[in-house]
């Protein structure tokens, strides 16, 4: 299919709007005596955002790569999605719960962005995401290795046209080696990776972790790459092409379980919610819920026995530091989940307190966001959608001195801005708009 896709780059040039403001799409460094600087130093404000002005091309689905853009969109990025006329990202139809008709699956993570609805297995639906590649700072996809090349949409095809392109594939398991052509979904690479087999009850089955924390880590790492790769191009002028997945993702994140193995050879098992390496440091059943106490290190031992009025344990030799402790948890856990036992979470969280002992209850969801901290740091973040309504969902995480979050934009519906992203972002007359929306090679919403 790609040799049958015209590269127009001259056109690609001619889209970029006259006086556009980006921080970095198409600019070249101004540069000065010893010092290079971006030609965007005269945009200034108190409340701008540090992506304001960069072009994101979104080509994923599901959460990892969604869940990127979203982080970059709430940083300023135009975040333009593209989604498969019909049935869209994968994650619209994963429900319940829906609100209205849209999942609330989607809604968490696609806050801040247009959705165009392109059939890229038109030829002219892969040539209309190429021109949109040319005139970005980023695009992430996340296909089987290989796949958009077919299409013409590869990183050497797409760089030729947009040689500052960052171009940032996600996959399960690497964009080369042995299973690079196997799909990866989060809850197989989290059993792959390690991560289920030291998750779950203590002499139980392996557990899934309750939320997709594979997607969420590899998606972390996809920002952060990103970030730096925004930061390198203002050094060298060019894009690059970043491989991050899900495998390598989880693997680096089991930390010191992974360097446990590495060094000592001590395969890792599982723990419940205890510390292989701590104690105490885990949950304790209450008298009506449950408590968690984090003994990080002695001092924090001592002041925890004194708490729960069990100072005599602070006198005991085999509890005297944390290596003895963890060598003789079995009694020292059952002598504090009897004492535990007897007083309300509420009770002990309000002896504890002030005590320099980290402790805290679990939760239900409804508990979390009743919260007082949760909501004093701006964690539910609401908007209005033209479908649903009023919509809720997880806030940004960071907070900056220099920018307060900007008023979200909903989750988009699909194909709610294919018009206005040909029109506005590729500068396509009404009628060649008018010609691909009657050939179905792109879609507009009706609703919007």
Not at 187 to 194: D, F, K, L, T, Y
Request: glycine content about 10%; aromatic content about 6%; some cysteine.
């Amino acid at each position: 299919m790609s040799a049958s896709l015209r590269v127009i780059q001259p056109a690609v040039g001619a889209l970029r709007p006259a006086g556009c403001s980006s921080l970095l799409r198409g600019r070249e460094p101004r540069r000065g005596p010893g010092v290079e600087r971006w030609m965007s130093d005269s945009l200034t404000g108190g409340n701008l955002r540090p992506l304001e002005g960069v072009r994101v091309l979104d080509l994923t689905r599901v959460l990892a790569g969604p869940f990127t853009t979203m982080i970059l969109g709430d940083l300023g990025a135009e975040v333009i999605k593209v989604e498969r006329p019909g049935a869209g990202d994968d994650t619209r139809a994963w429900g319940p719960p829906f609100v209205g008709s849209e999942s609330a699956y989607f809604l968490s993570v696609n806050r801040n962005k247009k959705s165009i609805a392109v059939d890229l297995k038109h030829p002219r639906g892969a040539e209309t995401v190429q021109q949109l590649a040319g005139v970005c700072d980023v695009l992430l996809e996340n296909y089987l290795p290989g796949k958009l090349q077919q299409m013409g949409l590869g990183f050497e095809q797409l760089s030729r046209v947009n040689p500052r392109l960052i171009y940032c594939s996600i996959s399960g398991y690497g964009q080369t080696g042995p299973q690079s052509q196997s799909p990866g979904y989060d809850s197989i690479v989290s059993a792959a990776s390690g991560m289920m087999h030291i998750t779950g009850p203590e002499d139980g089955e392996p557990v899934r972790p309750g939320v997709a924390m594979t997607d969420l880590a590899t998606g972390l790492y996809a920002h952060g790459a990103v970030m730096a790769a925004l930061l390198q191009r203002h050094k060298t002028g060019r894009g690059t092409h970043i491989d991050c997945n899900l495998l390598s993702s989880q693997v680096s994140c089991i930390s010191h379980i992974a360097a446990n193995y590495l060094n000592a050879g001590k395969e890792a098992r599982r723990w419940g919610t205890a510390h292989g390496s701590i104690v105490p440091y885990q949950a304790f059943r209450t008298k009506d819920g449950y408590i968690v106490i984090g003994a990080g290190n002695d001092k924090q031992f001592v002041k925890a026995c004194e708490v729960v009025d069990l100072l005599e344990l602070t006198q005991e030799p085999k509890y005297k530091t944390n290596k003895l402790r963890v060598e003789n948890r079995k009694q020292l856990l059952h002598t504090l989940s009897q004492r535990l036992l007897q007083e309300t979470t509420a009770d002990w969280l309000k002896r504890f307190e002030g005590s320099g002992v980290p402790v805290g209850p679990i939760n239900s969801i409804q508990q979390v966001f009743s919260d007082p901290q949760v909501k004093h740091n701006g964690l539910i973040q609401e908007m209005n959608h033209p479908t649903a309504g009023r919509i809720a969902v997880p806030g940004p995480a960071v907070r900056f001195s220099s920018f307060s979050p900007a008023g979200p934009t909903p989750p988009p519906l699909i194909g709610q801005h294919t018009v206005q992203v040909l029109r506005d972002t590729l500068a396509y007359s009404e009628e060649t708009i008018q010609a691909l929306l009657e050939s179905g090679v792109v879609v507009q919403n009706r609703v919007s």
